[in-house]
């Protein structure tokens, strides 16, 4: 009997496994169990205390029907569904167009352009809350900054963003994408690092051009991370509450709000907690598909996580 085999009978070390058995079926033995779950115990323990008691405690406190009786014949509650589905529809893909076409323009290797993306990523790193708060009062007022360089250059008072709900909506969906965007356009860029420089030269033999590379070339072999990427930011966005809290901060009287923002109101400001996370559990039926879908894409397209 050889060394291999004494080893496989005597039990494989942690990492070694037997001919024909897949690597994750591999057993711990003896101390290797005692301190493989010593390491598991604080994993879980903070997944519980931070992910499942939260969960299970919100769904508890959402569960009374006669709640979502009291949205549903809320006016202002319809209000904040459809500001939700405009900032998240806008906001999301006007967002992911965006960053797509600049992921091609950062893959330049000029030195200005490398320069330029280390200037975009700014608002990335910023925390949410000193980008929000200084786009907040830049709109704020006719003394906000926007409005005195518009009374400035015109000698007229400037429009007020935060008193026009149309003006207000487009500041929230203006703040979102200048901040969220530099992450995706990164995404992009390395999925389209990914793709073999061979593509490129037989598009180019075969008479593409630059846009039509773009289109049949680059396009299709990232479009699996487009859409990823998509349904990923449409469950983060639905969800939102810096932005709208911190940019119009529900101006004017509250018809900008959107659903974070609304359930923030209710459970904090108005006493009604059940309510205000009624109002988020009301998100999914928009939520659970996407999620699902979500799951079903990365499992087809053999991403692994």
Same mark, same amino acid.
């Given at each position: 009997m050889n060394s291999t085999s004494r080893v496989l009978e005597l039990g494989s070390p942690i990492g070694a496994t037997r001919p024909g058995v897949p690597p994750w079926r591999f057993r711990l033995q003896g101390s290797d169990t005692t301190w493989a779950i010593a390491f598991l115990i604080p994993y879980l323990a903070v997944f519980a205390a931070f992910v499942v008691y939260p969960a299970v405690f919100g769904l508890w406190m959402g569960h009374d029907p006669a709640l979502y009786?009291?949205?549903? *014949?809320?006016?202002?509650? #319809?209000?904040m569904v459809?500001?939700? &589905?405009?900032?998240?529809?806008?906001? %999301?893909?006007?967002?992911?167009?965006?960053?797509?076409?600049?992921?091609?323009?950062?893959?330049?290797?000029?030195?200005?352009?490398?320069?330029?993306?280390?200037?975009?990523?700014?608002?990335?790193?910023?925390p949410a809350l000193t980008a929000f708060v200084s786009i907040h009062y830049m709109t704020v007022s006719q003394y906000g900054l926007l409005d005195s360089l518009w009374r400035e250059l015109t000698g007229e008072d400037g429009p007020m963003f935060l008193v026009s709900r149309s003006l207000a909506t487009t500041a929230n969906i203006l703040s979102y994408i200048w901040k969220w965007m530099p992450f995706w356009t990164?995404?992009?860029?390395?999925?389209?690092?990914?793709?073999?420089?061979?593509?490129?030269?037989?598009?180019?033999?075969?008479?593409? *051009?630059?846009?039509?590379? #773009?289109?049949?070339?680059?396009?299709? &072999?990232?479009?699996?991370?487009?859409? %990823?990427?998509?349904l990923l930011f449409t469950i983060w966005t639905i969800g939102d509450f810096p932005t709208v809290y911190f940019v119009s901060s529900g101006a004017p009287a509250r018809q900008t709000d959107v659903l974070a923002t609304y359930g923030f109101h209710m459970a904090f400001d108005f006493g009604y907690p059940n309510r205000g996370v009624a109002a988020m559990m009301s998100a999914l039926p928009v939520l659970i598909p996407a999620v699902l879908l979500l799951m079903r894409r990365i499992r087809v397209t053999g991403v692994q996580l």
């Open positions: 009786d009291g949205l549903f *014949s809320d006016p202002q509650y #319809l209000t459809v500001n939700t &589905l405009v900032f998240t529809a806008i906001g %999301v893909n006007v967002q992911m167009f965006l960053a797509f076409l600049l992921s091609g323009f950062f893959m330049s290797r000029n030195w200005w352009i490398r320069s330029l993306l280390a200037i975009y990523l700014i608002p990335w790193a910023l990164l995404i992009f860029i390395a999925a389209r690092m990914a793709i073999p420089q061979d593509i490129y030269e037989a598009a180019e033999i075969d008479g593409a *051009s630059g846009w039509r590379k #773009l289109v049949h070339v680059t396009f299709p &072999l990232i479009a699996n991370v487009y859409l %990823v990427s998509t």
